[in-house]
C-alpha cells in the first residue's frame, strides 16, 4: 500500500509506503501526477516518507516501479527520502548515478527540512 498526496501549489509529490507496494500502486499514483506533468511539466520535488522500505508485494509490482521510475525520473528536479533507515539512507548516493533528479536524505523527524529543501530555488 503506498500512500500518496501531490501538493498541486508546491509542485511536490508525497508518497509514503506502509505495507509492500502493488503494481496497482504506481499505477494510481500515474493517474493522478501525469495530468499535472501534463500541465506543468515537471514536479518540483518528491518526498518519500518511509520509516522502512516494505519491498514488493511480487516481481509484478518491482517491475512496474522501475517503469514508474524511468518514465517519471526527468521531470522531478529533486528527491528527498525522510526516513531513520541505514537502507534507505544509502538510496539517494546510489540512485544519483542512475537517476536525473537531485537526492538527499533526512532524518525521520526533519520532514519540514526535507519539504523546505524541495521547494527551495537553486
Known sequence: MLDF??????GILIVSPRDAL???DFKSV???VDPYLDAEGKLTG???DAPSFPGWSDFAALIEHL????DHQRRIDRVAVVSD????HL???IAQH????EFKAFAAHLKEAALAWLGAKN
Do not use: M
Not at 5 to 10: G, K, V, Y
Not at 85 to 88: F, R, T, Y
Open 91 to 93: 538510496a539517494p548516493n
Open 85 to 88: 533507515s541505514p537502507l534507505l
Open 67 to 70: 517503469k514508474f521510475v524511468r
Open 5 to 10: 498526496r501531490l501538493l498541486r501549489d508546491r
Open 46 to 48: 518528491l518526498l518519500i
Open 98 to 101: 542512475f537517476a536525473h533528479p
Open 30 to 32: 500515474a493517474q493522478e
Open 22 to 24: 502493488t503494481a496497482g
